[in-house]
């Protein structure tokens, strides 16, 4: 027997920030997270293959711009955010 994503314990009430969200492994962590409660924060350099991802992902999550190569990005990535990040998750870059 192996690990899956129906091991997630509950994440109601935690903010989960991923980094590179709309494809590959950080769209499989977003929808996972997701399904189990987490508020996902989908971190994306381009917005339009970000929100097409969030489709996928449903729940409460959100797209925000950030590019990591930028710190001017990163910077207003970071003033943006309201409130506490449970989980970071840095997926891109």
Do not use: Y
Not at 6 to 25: E, K
Not at 31 to 44: P, Q, T
Not at 68 to 76: C, G, K, P, T
């Amino acid at each position: 027997m192996g690990w899956s994503t129906t091991d997630i314990p509950d994440q109601t009430g935690r903010v989960v920030v991923i980094t590179g969200a709309n494809s590959g492994i950080g769209l499989e962590a977003a929808k996972a997270l997701s399904r189990r409660g987490a508020r996902v924060v989908m971190a994306c350099r381009n917005l339009a293959k970000g929100e097409a991802a969030r489709a996928e992902v449903g729940g409460t999550a959100e797209v925000r711009e950030l590019d990591v190569s930028d710190l001017s990005s990163v910077r207003a990535f970071a003033g943006g955010l309201d409130g506490r990040i449970d989980v970071l998750i840095n997926n891109a870059a």
